[in-house]
């Protein structure tokens, strides 16, 4: 069964800790992202990565790291320099050539990421 | 990435059509339509795209004007199940970066 799992489902955590968000695709996809949702709100993307081992910045990438050592996996870090982490994480992924033909992106189910 | 323009909220009568209206006036030639929908505390999920021509899957239609201005995403017999959030996208073919998201519009289908 493809797709694409985030986990967990919902995270806890205490002010000042960092948190890491797992991201796993089956897709055979070469690129991958990571979104934020706020309630009532629009995605913004935190980063993404095209290719193994490289990734750009996304509109909101301040306080977040990521790494992509692996095709399938792409986890994202939020750290304590993160101001407001309490969000719902949403990871995708997409096929990507590099060329003129644009593919779709397939969601994971999300992690909702509440810190206290 | 050209802006789009979408209602907060529609209704539909389940089992009738539901036509989901974007502007998307400053789009460009390169630029395609994409739509997807939210359903409560998932990940979005995939719809339909085009490009100039009219589009039509398992799940829905797409009308694009001749202009290429607007478009309409076409549900043609809703269910309860298709109560979500709607979101309709233009996006620069082959950038391979991200989806602009807005807040899109909130579909109540009613029984």
């Known amino acids: 069964d493809g797709g694409i799992t985030q986990s967990p489902k919902y995270l806890f955590r205490k002010e000042g800790q960092n948190v890491t968000l797992s991201c796993e695709q089956n897709l055979n996809h070469d690129a991958m992202y990571w979104y934020r949702q706020d309630p009532g709100q629009g995605l913004r993307l935190i980063y993404y990565?095209?290719?193994?081992?490289?990734?750009q910045k996304g509109d909101i990438a301040e306080g977040y790291s990521v790494s992509r050592e692996k095709k399938e996996s792409f986890p994202l870090t939020v750290t304590s320099a993160q101001k407001n982490p309490t969000a719902f994480y949403l990871c995708a992924s997409s096929k990507w050539t590099g060329g003129n033909k644009d593919y779709e992106q397939y969601f994971g189910p999300g992690t909702r990421l509440t810190v206290t | 990435d050209a802006k789009t323009t979408q209602p907060p909220s529609m209704d539909c009568a389940e089992g009738r059509a539901a036509n989901l209206p974007c502007n998307h006036s400053t789009i460009s030639g390169n630029e395609y339509v994409y739509w997807y929908r939210q359903i409560h505390s998932q990940g979005p999920q995939y719809i339909i795209h085009?490009?100039?021509n009219n589009e039509t899957n398992e799940m829905a239609s797409l009308i694009i004007t001749e202009d290429r201005k607007s478009s309409t995403l076409i549900l043609p017999h809703a269910t309860l199940r298709d109560t979500a959030v709607y979101y309709c996208?233009?996006?620069?073919?082959?950038?391979?970066?991200?989806?602009?998201f807005g807040t899109g519009t909130s579909l109540t289908v009613i029984p």
């Open positions: 085009g490009l100039k």
């Open positions: 990565s095209q290719i193994v081992n490289d990734f």
């Open positions: 996208i233009v996006r620069v073919v082959g950038t391979g970066n991200q989806f602009y």
